[in-house]
């Protein structure tokens, strides 16, 4: 049980262009998702936390508008990141939260040409 | 505030030879921790966790943690290792944060390489 899924697993998009990244709980639900970033050989850092139903809380430093998160759905998160620069390669995994655990998704390696 | 710290980026041991990961944390409130595993361009895997209860902590694949809080660390070990443990392995500290339940901390990172 508990198990979480990010699509798709690997994007190359243009810069300038869009990508939506989505996280699904697949057999729990998740009031609360969060989204990390992993650029190489480093940790991972929190960018944002997303409440169902409500707007997400983005940590110092990350912009908002240009990381657009939608908790639409207790099984559903979306990471939209617009405009992609090739600054925003990275590797960008969602968690959830299920009774005070977090599962992790496999994570999504963003390469932005 | 409440913080990680992996006192070791790289860690190389040989097969079959004991392996020591260090981490050290700080939090204002009483922690639970945890350590996970993530392989190359994979998810991270939870090995174990601390929640308050017994100290010495006992995970997947054979691995173990010990809490000290006079030290302020939770270590982790396996007696012997397994080319398959080479992977990236995070200390994380899980604390209340205000609105949004409890948050996750990560430590840096250590990098596990096993030798034949």
């Known amino acids: 049980g508990a198990v979480v899924s990010q699509h798709p697993s690997w994007v190359i998009c243009k810069s300038g262009t869009s990508v939506k990244i989505e996280c699904r709980s697949l057999d729990f639900q998740a009031t609360t998702m969060f989204w990390y970033r992993q650029f190489p050989k480093q940790s991972l850092m929190l960018m944002a936390t997303s409440n169902e139903g409500s707007k997400a809380t983005y940590e110092q430093g990350v912009e908002k508008d240009k990381f657009l998160i939608n908790h639409a759905s207790l099984t559903l998160s979306t990471l939209t990141v617009t405009s992609a620069h090739p600054e925003d390669s990275s590797f960008y995994i969602c968690?959830?939260?299920?009774?005070?655990?977090?599962?992790f998704g496999p994570g999504t390696r963003l390469t932005v040409t | 505030a409440q913080s990680v710290t992996q006192l070791d980026s790289h860690v190389s041991v040989s097969e079959g030879t004991p392996v020591l990961l260090r981490c050290n944390y700080s939090?204002?409130?009483?922690?639970?921790l945890f350590w996970y595993v993530q392989h190359p361009n994979k998810g991270l895997q939870l090995l174990l966790k601390?929640?308050?209860?017994?100290?010495l902590v006992k995970g997947i694949n054979g691995f173990e943690a010990e809490f000290k809080k006079s030290e302020t660390s939770f270590h982790l070990t396996k007696p012997s290792a397994h080319m398959s443990d080479a992977a990236e392995y995070f200390c994380?500290?899980?604390?209340?944060?205000?609105?949004?339940?409890?948050?996750?901390?990560f430590g840096g990172g250590t990098r596990v390489l096993v030798k034949p």
């Open positions: 968690s959830a939260r299920s009774r005070n655990e977090q599962y």
């Open positions: 994380v500290v899980s604390a209340p944060a205000s609105g949004a339940g409890n948050k996750l901390t």
């Open positions: 601390y929640t308050s209860a017994a100290t």
């Open positions: 939090s204002s409130y009483s922690p639970s």
